[in-house]
């Protein structure tokens, strides 16, 4: 057997289109994964990074997406019905809108202290609150 993993970066205004060609070619939803760029570089300090991981006999295909902290985004739940946990999970921890999914829990999935944990803005905010500064 020799699986292939593939990454391929495409534009928020792709995911769509892209997530069909999927669907359409036979490929399963794996997951959404979702990270904070922040602590990478300063390039990046607001820039959210999107996975979406899909495989057909063990071939891995992950479409990769950035967008910005307060980029909305739209919902693939219509083509992948299980996308919407993946979805809520997104929205909860970093606050990313998503838009038209099949099952909104409205922020609700997880309860947390804090709104949106995993957001840049709060880690940012969280580091100068360690350091002993407030930022404005």
């Known amino acids: 057997m020799n699986a292939k993993i593939e ?3 495409i534009r928020l205004s792709l ?7 999927m669907k ?4 399963r939803l794996v997951q959404i994964g979702c990270t904070s760029l922040a ?14 991981s899909y495989d057909k006999n ?7 997406v950035l967008i910005g902290k307060n980029a909305e ?20 921890l ?4 998503i838009k038209g999914m099949s099952l909104d829990f409205k922020g609700n999935l997880y ?19 360690i350091a002993g500064f407030e930022r404005e």
């Open 7 to 9: 990454v391929r970066e």
């Open 24 to 27: 359409d070619a036979g490929y």
């Open 39 to 52: 602590a990478g570089s300063v390039e990046h300090a607001n820039t959210l990074e999107l996975f979406y």
């Open 111 to 129: 309860k947390t202290a804090i709104p949106c944990p995993l957001n840049p803005d709060f880690q940012q905010k969280m580091r100068y609150i």
């Open 58 to 64: 063990y071939d891995l295909v992950n479409l990769k």
């Open 94 to 97: 970093f606050g990313v809108f």
């Open 15 to 21: 995911l769509i289109e892209e997530t069909l060609i």
């Open 73 to 92: 985004i739209p919902s693939i739940s219509g083509i992948y019905p299980a996308a919407y946990l993946y979805e809520n999970e997104i929205h909860d």
